[in-house]
């Protein structure tokens, strides 16, 4: 390991620059300085030289001719006040075997700061205004980011670009600017630049942005090691004329109780329990997109998912949909059961239909495939197929179907979206379902399209009063204005803080539906 003065660090970085890692070398840096601000001023006062280049020192490894990484180094120290902060554990959010791939991952910083100074309040001197200060520390991060120093026109060694001509960061006309503008020459990416900009506005008349606290400002440091894809690489610069937002695929905004609470629903299932799960909402309020959220682990989990939807135009009426639902669900199983597992799904099925499966077969005619081709079906009689059968037939064999196929290593989960379309005879064929067998049932529904006699929620009585399973109701109300603000956040690629007013008005005038 090797300590370095900060400046001499800057030199040697120049030495060896490369591009993306070098950016998230010195936000690391940055954040570091941040950390040990915070932290000197809770033990004296600062002064103004006390927030320069000369007063930090880098812990990195030795590299010899060869790209450093973020992961080289181990701390920064504070001469003046004699801190030293250690980075602990820099987990990554992503993994990647790949050096080039680094800037990627993200970097979540666990940091711990050692004091050698006792806590002083007799310093000679009174605090400078903390606007003052981030507006200091804004000048010092515009050093370590263009290696240029704002109150000299030389330049640093080894640094090819010279400083513009200015009296350092004063005015919005006389510097700031300017200094913003040559960051951006300088090829810093957008978001660096405006930071550097909005700590160094502190002085400013009517800043707009600006930081008024070390704390707000490291929090955004840190974000930006944490999320280098969003805030650092992706721009979303207007391309013909149009912005583009970047949208994120399948991430849900405020929604971790509601999605824990249906995972919690599925362990519980795996135990042997069946749960029904009843959500409702406004229509865009995030119903579906909440259940298919948990899909995938109940995939991963070894359990198998049935979804259908219902639509008010279907031309076989919704307890046809079921049933073709429950014909899907053959395949899949087959398609992720092993020969032993399959052996013993038949053996449950053979035990509660007989060695003939053609009752079974005349419902779900794609049962075929989950057996092997020695078993024979009884011959199929014209005319006698699902649609002839009554509603107590139906109950009775998609009732024993499921459970011969739904176990605690294997549960079925079954989601039934826009249950304002269903009927009372969909629903009670889920009734006897959950009657007899464990599984997961999910059923959706806009709460402003049904009224309060409808099935769906005869359906919640009834399994209340039953004690078949456990009942669980959830409600989904309007996105809040903080979540909405981390998906604007996320689409513009831009700091939260930035894009708080605009949230603001987007969450008046859509009341939070997504």
């Not at 075997?97 to 800037?103: G, L, Q, V």
């Not at 502190?202 to 800043?207: A, D, E, I, K, W």
């Not at 969003?230 to 149009?242: C, Q, R, V």
Request: aromatic residues 6%; charged residues 20%.
């Amino acid at each position: 390991m090797e300590d370095m003065p900060l400046t001499k660090w800057l030199e040697a970085e120049l030495k060896n620059p490369d591009g993306k890692r070098l950016i998230i070398r010195k936000t690391t840096v940055a954040y570091a300085a941040a950390e040990l601000l915070q932290k000197a001023i809770t033990i004296a006062p600062l002064s103004a030289n006390k927030i320069s280049l000369d007063n930090f020192v880098v812990r990195t490894k030795k590299w010899h001719h060869r790209p450093s990484s973020a992961a080289d180094i181990f701390g920064v120290d504070m001469i003046s006040e004699k801190l030293s902060l250690t980075i602990i554990d820099p987990s990554d959010l992503g993994r990647s075997s790949s050096r080039d791939a680094e800037e990627d991952a993200g970097r979540n910083l666990v940091v711990s700061i050692s004091s050698c100074l006792p806590r002083s309040s007799d310093s000679g001197f009174e605090q400078i205004k903390e606007s003052t200060i981030c507006h200091l520390f804004g000048i010092l991060l515009y050093q370590i980011y263009s290696n240029l120093d704002p109150f000299l026109e030389n330049k640093l060694e080894g640094n090819e670009l010279t400083l513009l001509d200015h009296g350092g960061v004063k005015t919005e006309k006389g510097g700031l600017r300017l200094t913003y503008s040559t960051l951006r020459e300088l090829g810093s990416p957008p978001n660096i630049c405006m930071l550097v900009q909005n700590f160094a506005e502190g002085n400013l008349p009517s800043p707009r942005n600006t930081y008024f606290s070390l704390k707000e400002g490291s929090d955004d440091l840190h974000l930006l090691l944490r999320q280098p894809n969003k805030l650092l690489f992706t721009s979303n610069a207007p391309e013909d004329g149009h912005l583009r937002l970047r949208l994120q695929k399948n991430k849900l905004y405020g929604r971790d109780h509601e999605v824990s609470l249906i995972s919690d629903a599925f362990s519980t299932v795996c135990v042997g329990e069946s749960v029904a799960l009843f959500v409702g909402g406004f229509s865009g309020s995030g119903k579906t997109s909440l259940v298919e959220s948990v899909m995938a682990s109940v995939n991963a989990s070894g359990g198998y998912v049935l979804a259908q939807k219902f639509d008010q135009l279907s031309r076989g009426g919704p307890l046809l949909e079921l049933i073709s639902a429950f014909d899907r669900l053959c395949v899949l199983i087959q398609s992720r059961t092993s020969p032993q597992d399959l052996q013993i799904i038949v053996d449950r099925l053979t035990e509660t239909f007989g060695g003939d499966l053609s009752l079974l077969r005349r419902l779900l005619p794609k049962v075929d495939v989950l057996v092997p081709p020695s078993t024979k079906f009884g011959q199929q009689i014209p005319g006698q197929d699902g649609t002839r059968m009554n509603l107590q037939s139906v109950c009775f064999i998609l009732q024993h179907f499921i459970r011969a196929v739904s176990s605690k290593s294997h549960p079925v989960m079954i989601f039934l979206d826009d249950l304002q379309w269903s009927n009372s005879m969909t629903l009670k064929v889920i009734q006897h379902i959950l009657g007899a067998s464990n599984c997961l049932f999910v059923g959706s529904y806009r709460s402003n399209e049904v009224s309060p006699n409808h099935a769906v929620f005869r359906l919640m009585k009834e399994l209340e009063a039953s004690k078949q399973c456990s009942v669980q109701k959830l409600i989904l109300d309007g996105v809040k204005c903080e979540d909405l603000n981390t998906l604007v956040s996320d689409a513009l690629c831009l700091f939260p803080r930035v894009t708080r007013g605009l949230s603001s008005i987007i969450h008046e005038k859509t009341e939070g539906s997504k």
